[in-house]
C-alpha cells in the first residue's frame, strides 16, 4: 500500500496556492473566505478533502474548525502566504503539533511593538520607539528624540493610519487631534527619512536565511507615504546597499527566532548608511512581488517552502541572493481627485511591449479617491522586461498611451 499523501491545510489567500499544493501532491484542505472566488477558483477548491468558509481572521473558529477536520482526516502542516491566515495558520500548527509557521515569528512580526521591544537586546538592530496611548505619551518621546518622527498603529498594515510628522505644526496637529487617539495604541519611532524604501524577501529552511530577492519602492512625497513604484531588482545606484541590506534582515530574523517560512522585509538605509528594519511580516509581499522576484532571479518562493513540507523536504534548499537575468516592476497609477469624464482604453495596454498585466478602476463620472496608504488605488500596472534601461523605455510608452480627461478639461497622463 503507498504512504498517503501529506495532508496540507491552506488558510485563506487566493486558488493558486492550492493549485500549486495540489500540483506537488498534497492533499490539501482550506479555510478562508470564499465570497470573492471566481467559478474557476471554486473549482480549484472542489478538488480540496475539506473547505470550510471561514474569515482566516477569525482565529478562534479557524482552530475550532481544523480541529475537526485533523479529528476526520490528521494535518501534518498548516500554512498562510497572505495577510489575515498568518495568525490563525500558526496558532492551529503550534495547537496541533504540526508544521507551519512558528508562532513567535509571527507574534514578533505581526504586533510592532513586541517586535522592537526584541531588537532593543541588540543594538545594531534597535531603533528609538515607544508605545503611546495619549497626546501625553507622545509629548514625552517627543521630548526625548525630537524631530523627525513616525506614528503608527501597533497592528496595523498597508500604511493604514500611519502618521509621518517632520515639522512643529504637524507633531501639534497630531496632539490636538482627539479622534486620532480614540483609535487605541501607536507606536511611536524615529523617523527614517527619505523617499526611497527596499523590500526583502526571504525564504527559511530549517534556521538558514536565503535573500530570494531585493526590491526598491519608492515612496510618495510626504505627507502621502504610500508606495509608487517598485523594481526588482534595485537599479544602479540603489543596488550598492544589497550586502549590507542582506545582512541586517538575515541577523533580524535570527534575533526574532525565524526558523521556517517565508518573510517580507521592509527596510530603509540611514543617512549614516546603516540598514534599518522598519518592519516584517511572516507572508509574501503585497502587489505580487513574489511573481517578480520569481521573474528577476528565478526563485519560485511560495512551491520553495511547500516542497520543503513533503517527504524528503529536509534536502529543498534556495539559492541565497541569485544572480538576476530580468526585471519585474510595478507602477501606480495616481491621477487628480477630480471628477473623471471619460479615459484611454485601458486594453491598448497590452500592447505596450513590457506591460504584463494591469488593474485599472478610473471610471468615468467617478473621483479618483486620493492614494494616502497602501491599500486599494487608482490603478497598476505590471511590467516584465529584461532590464531596467527597458523598463524606463516601457514606462514612458504607458504615459503616451493612457490617459484620463477630467470634467474640467483638464488631460491628465501618468509620470513615472
Not at 500558526?90 to 504586533?111: E, W
Not at 513590457?354 to 488605488?377: H, M, Q, S, W, Y
Request: with cysteine.
Amino acid at each position: 500500500m503507498s504512504e498517503r499523501a501529506p495532508h496540507l491545510l491552506v488558510l485563506s489567500g487566493w486558488a493558486g496556492v492550492v493549485e500549486t499544493a495540489l500540483s506537488l501532491g498534497f492533499d490539501v484542505s482550506f479555510i478562508g473566505n470564499t465570497a470573492d472566488f471566481s467559478p474557476q477558483d471554486m473549482d480549484v477548491l472542489g478538488r480540496c478533502r475539506y473547505v470550510r468558509a471561514i474569515p482566516a481572521e477569525q482565529v478562534v473558529a479557524c482552530l475550532e474548525a481544523a480541529h475537526h477536520i485533523h479529528d476526520r482526516h490528521p494535518l501534518d502542516a498548516s500554512i498562510s502566504f497572505g495577510e489575515f491566515g498568518m495568525e490563525s495558520s500558526a496558532v492551529i500548527a503550534d495547537a496541533l503539533g504540526i508544521r507551519g509557521i512558528p508562532l513567535a515569528s509571527v507574534a514578533a512580526t505581526r504586533y510592532k511593538d513586541r517586535m522592537r521591544d526584541i531588537l532593543a537586546d541588540h543594538p545594531h538592530l534597535a531603533l528609538g520607539w515607544a508605545r503611546v496611548e495619549s497626546a501625553e505619551d507622545l509629548e514625552k518621546f517627543h521630548a526625548r528624540y525630537g524631530l523627525p518622527l513616525i506614528v503608527k498603529p501597533v497592528a496595523g498594515s498597508g500604511s493604514v493610519g500611519v502618521r509621518q510628522l517632520t515639522t512643529p505644526g504637524e507633531l501639534r496637529h497630531t496632539l490636538d487631534d482627539a479622534r486620532f487617539w480614540l483609535q487605541g495604541s501607536y507606536l511611536a519611532e524615529e523617523l527614517v527619512e527619505g523617499d526611497e524604501l527596499y523590500s526583502v524577501e526571504t525564504v527559511t529552511l530549517d534556521g538558514r536565511h536565503a535573500i530570494a530577492g531585493i526590491s526598491l519602492c519608492r515612496l510618495a512625497r510626504h505627507p502621502n507615504i504610500a508606495i509608487t513604484e517598485i523594481t526588482v531588482p534595485p537599479p544602479a545606484p540603489y543596488d550598492r546597499h544589497t550586502e549590507n541590506i542582506s545582512r541586517t534582515v538575515r541577523a533580524f530574523l535570527d534575533a526574532i527566532g525565524h526558523t521556517w517560512g517565508l518573510t517580507h522585509t521592509e527596510v530603509k538605509v540611514a543617512p549614516d548608511g546603516r540598514p534599518v528594519i522598519i518592519e516584517s511580516q511572516t507572508r509574501i509581499g503585497g502587489y505580487r512581488i513574489f511573481k517578480m522576484v520569481e521573474h528577476a532571479g528565478g526563485v519560485d518562493e511560495i512551491a520553495t517552502v511547500l516542497r520543503s513540507l513533503l517527504p524528503g523536504g529536509e534536502s529543498v534548499t534556495s539559492p541565497h541572493l541569485p544572480p538576476t537575468t530580468a526585471v519585474g516592476m510595478v507602477v501606480s497609477l495616481i491621477p487628480p481627485s477630480k471628477r473623471v469624464r471619460r479615459t484611454a482604453d485601458a486594453e491598448l495596454l497590452r500592447a505596450v511591449e513590457g506591460v504584463e498585466d494591469f488593474e485599472i478602476a478610473i471610471r468615468p463620472g467617478e473621483i479618483p479617491l486620493p492614494v494616502a496608504a497602501n491599500t486599494k488605488r487608482p490603478g497598476l500596472i505590471w511590467l516584465r522586461v529584461a532590464d531596467h534601461a527597458a523598463a524606463e523605455r516601457t514606462k514612458r510608452e504607458i504615459a503616451r498611451t493612457y490617459w484620463v480627461e477630467f470634467e474640467d478639461g483638464d488631460v491628465w497622463h501618468p509620470s513615472f
